[in-house]
């Protein structure tokens, strides 16, 4: 019986899937029924892990797609979207399948199929498909080659506040307040630290979670975030992104 959550904010395309899965050849339960990132962080947090995740990409709150880049889900994931651009990132983002509203009945039992074929091809274990999905291609980065003036250091990744960019350009602050040169880009490093631990917070900024001291609102889904070393100017995160920020921050 595969234990499906599904994260929907349209009540009718919820209710359909619901009933899809019902009626599929392939045994399924609805484990959850939600409908927004805030719910899928929170339910995610208190409940078992699923063994699939049905998940619409725009919700009310954000994308899904940010969120699960933001707080790797326990499973795999079914894309169902009315849009076809998201296609690349969603199986790069932990998906096996991608459905286009209104979903059909053999599209989604196709979907399911794949799900278990997966298992068995990953030697009859679904846990160890799931973890295969959600780990890093490599290990987190340890370490991190900074420079000040003519002088090189190694920094551990655990000493790091955040990096940012300023003047095209990429730097680190230490938790102790050291500014260092980075000879990489924030695109880069985001790839290969652990998201548990990094957030891309905007486009200037990525932040240990350690470094967070708090954030608010203001305004329009942002939101506003102190910080610790304080950084020169006031640190924004979109109304797309919030949502997965704040899953992330209390993760």
Request: proline letters at 6%; a positive charge; hydrophobic letters at 50%.
């Amino acid at each position: 019986m595969i234990r499906a959550l599904i994260i929907e904010d349209e009540a009718p395309a919820r209710e359909r899937l619901a009933q899809l899965l019902a009626d599929s050849a392939t045994p399924c339960a609805v484990a959850g029924a939600i409908d927004s990132i805030a719910a899928a962080g929170k339910w995610l947090r208190a409940n078992p892990a699923p063994d699939l995740i049905l998940a619409d990409i725009q919700l009310g709150d954000g994308l899904s797609l940010d969120f699960f880049r933001a707080v790797p889900p326990p499973c795999p994931v079914v894309f169902v979207t009315a849009h076809d651009e998201y296609l690349l990132e969603a199986f790069a983002t932990h998906g096996i399948a991608y459905l286009l509203k209104p979903v059909k009945r053999a599209e989604l039992d196709a979907a399911l199929a794949k799900y278990r074929g997966l298992g068995r091809h990953f030697a009859g274990s679904l846990a160890a498909l799931a973890a295969s999905l959600a780990a890093p291609a490599v290990a987190p980065r340890q370490r991190i080659l900074a420079q000040r003036g003519n002088t090189h250091q190694p920094v551990a990744i655990a000493d790091v506040a955040y990096f940012f960019s300023e003047n095209k350009l990429t730097f680190l602050l230490t938790r102790t307040g050291e500014r260092c040169l980075v000879n990489e880009p924030l695109a880069t490093l985001a790839t290969e630290l652990s998201p548990a631990q990094f957030f891309r917070v905007n486009r200037n900024y990525l932040a240990h979670v350690a470094a967070v001291k708090s954030f608010s609102s203001v305004g329009k889904g942002r939101l506003s975030v102190q910080l610790l070393p304080r950084p020169t100017e006031e640190i924004l995160v979109s109304q797309e992104n919030a949502s997965a920020f704040r899953a992330w921050a209390g993760r």
